[in-house]
């Protein structure tokens, strides 16, 4: 059985950071592609940051430059780093597993078959 499980999430002012990590178990680890989403209220579940089973590391646009995913393959667990929040990072945050992971999917909620809880970031003004 596959379980995802993140923690680190929180309240910021904005500018702060935060580490969100997802401890993965049940699965391959090492030859899945792993992702963080996220889905503010009203909104769609969006991609973030992914990385495949070889290690290549994809972001939205806006994540670029102030998040940074990474990965503790010996511990199974996932990382995201977040930098420089603004108010428009407030959203629940999603860990996912895939697998049989296609390269084009890997920002899209569709490339993935398991999925967390999610862990809630809030960023004030």
């Known amino acids: 059985q596959v379980q995802l499980v993140e923690s680190g999430g929180g309240s910021v002012q904005s500018g702060g950071s935060l580490r969100l990590s997802c401890a993965a178990s049940?699965?391959?680890?090492?030859?899945?592609?792993m992702g963080w989403f996220r889905q503010a209220p009203g909104n769609q579940r969006e991609g973030v940051a992914a990385?495949?089973?070889?290690?290549?590391?994809s972001y939205r646009d806006s994540a670029k430059g102030r998040f940074t995913i990474s990965q503790d393959n010996a511990k199974n667990t996932l990382y995201l780093q977040m930098n420089s929040l603004k108010p428009e990072d407030t959203a629940m945050y999603y860990c996912?597993?895939?697998?049989?992971?296609?390269?084009?999917?890997?920002?899209?909620?569709?490339?993935?078959?398991?999925w967390g809880l999610g862990t809630q970031v809030t960023v004030s003004s």
């Open positions: 990385i495949d089973r070889d290690g290549r590391i």
């Open positions: 996912a597993a895939e697998p049989d992971c296609k390269l084009y999917l890997v920002l899209r909620t569709r490339g993935y078959t398991y």
């Open positions: 049940g699965l391959a680890y090492s030859r899945s592609c």
